[in-house]
């Protein structure tokens, strides 16, 4: 019998704002403003937690880590991406590969991408090689474009443990 392999999608985005620090896949980037939300707004990062979840069909990042829970304010994303993956564990799901995209103007990603991969791989105990990031912009197009806000999309792959 072949091995149980499931795969999931997520997405996230947060508008912009000034006054908060912009992290992506854990990474500080500097850059005038930051991403609003109730966590650190990690919006990469919260692409990936929900394309696990989903692959293991356990819900999404709001199921896990309310808005407006005290317990996750202003809390690293890496945190909640480290339980989501012990979670994995305890349902038996190993995580194969994880591929996102980060969608922003602006600032120019390319410098921080290896860093981010590093941190998500090092967070999800998994090698290098199964952690892809890349970024693209719209173009200008729509309120991305316009740099009011960031998007990213994620997809995983996870594999039953026999």
């Known amino acids: 019998m072949a091995d149980k392999v499931h795969i999931g ?3 996230d985005v947060h508008p912009l704002i000034p006054g908060r620090r912009l992290v992506l896949g854990g990474v500080d980037i500097p850059f005038d403003r930051g991403l609003d939300g109730w966590s650190d707004a990690d919006v990469l990062t919260h692409a990936i937690i929900d394309a696990l979840l989903g692959a293991a069909a356990l819900g999404d990042i709001g199921s896990h ?3 407006g829970d005290p317990e996750y304010k202003d809390i690293s994303s890496l945190i909640l ?3 989501v993956k012990d979670k994995l564990a305890e349902e ?4 194969e590969n994880v591929d996102a995209t980060i969608v922003a103007e602006k600032p120019r990603l390319r410098d921080f991408i290896d860093r981010m991969r590093e941190k998500l791989s090092q967070t ?4 290098l090689s199964q952690v892809s990031v890349k970024a693209s912009t719209t173009n200008q197009l729509g309120f991305i474009g316009q740099g009011e806000g960031m998007a990213a999309q994620a997809v995983a792959l996870i594999n039953e443990i026999k």
């Open 81 to 83: 991406l480290k339980m």
């Open 65 to 67: 880590f309310p808005p």
């Open 124 to 127: 999800l105990d998994i090698t």
């Open 92 to 95: 038996r799901w190993q995580i």
């Open 9 to 11: 999608t997520g997405f």
